[in-house]
């Protein structure tokens, strides 16, 4: 399955998308949390943030899980060898956030070799 090159580059944005929301989460959101037993947060502040942070933990959740559907549509339907389906299909299924950029790279943004021109 060949996809353009914009909309292989916007597949990789939306693929790195939940990584960068866990740096933020980890970089901004963890020691507010932490603070808390510091007097950092008042009980109301904590249920805001907690309210916050749950709703975009279930955004990211039913986005990565878009992603999947996109991701797995893609290997079933590519030319990647059959033995190597299955492998590609169970390292998405249990390393997903971390797997997609590699699989993006490797399959989507990058030209195999026997198409490149230049070989």
């Given amino acids: ?9 916007l597949l990789g944005v939306a693929t790195i998308t939940p990584l960068v929301y866990i740096a933020i989460f980890l970089a901004y959101f963890m020691p507010q949390f932490q603070s808390l037993g510091q007097g950092g947060l008042n009980p109301r502040g904590f249920f ?6 749950s709703g975009l933990h279930l955004i990211v959740l039913m986005f990565i899980l878009a992603l999947l559907m996109v991701y797995m549509t893609t290997v079933t339907r590519s030319d990647i060898p059959m033995n190597r389906k299955s492998t590609w299909i169970l390292a998405l299924l249990l390393g997903n956030v971390v797997v997609m950029p590699v699989f ?5 943004w990058r030209v195999p070799r026997d198409e490149n021109p230049g070989n």
């Fill in 1 to 9: 399955m060949r996809l353009s090159r914009p909309l292989s580059l």
């Fill in 104 to 108: 993006w790279y490797l399959h989507i």
């Fill in 48 to 53: 805001d943030l907690l309210f916050l942070v």
